[in-house]
């Protein structure tokens, strides 16, 4: 059973930071891309960022290059997102995702439940 879970959500001021966490076990095989998507109430799900299996490759959404770096650990089974000088505008939940081939489209096969970031002003 595939499990991807997501952590390190909360409740900070503009300008903080915020590093996010997604466990992923049980996916059928070690090479899937790993993505970071958000959504807020009401509107679409919005891609964030997205990291090959070899980590060579990434991709971050123009709302939060330079601000956000996805990363993972494929020893760990970790994939991460370091949120730097967040905007009220961040506010959002945020999935971990899995996806056999990297893209930036929401077609990815496995998600987490999310976790709450929100930005207060």
């Known amino acids: 059973q595939v499990r991807l879970v997501e952590s390190g959500g909360g409740s900070v001021q503009a300008g903080d930071s915020l590093r996010l966490s997604c466990s992923a076990s049980g996916l059928p095989s070690s090479s899937y891309a790993m993505g970071w998507f958000r959504q807020v109430p009401g509107k679409e799900r919005e891609f964030v960022a997205t990291i090959s299996w070899s980590t060579r490759i990434s991709y971050h959404a123009d709302s939060v290059k330079g601000r956000f770096t996805i990363s993972r650990d494929n020893g760990k089974d970790q994939i991460y997102l370091q949120m730097n000088d967040l905007k009220p505008e961040d506010t959002a939940r945020y999935y971990c995702?899995?996806?056999?081939?990297?893209?930036?489209?929401?077609?990815?096969?496995?998600w987490g439940q999310g976790t709450q970031v929100t930005v207060s002003s």
């Open positions: 995702a899995a996806a056999k081939i990297l893209t930036t489209t929401n077609e990815y096969e496995f």
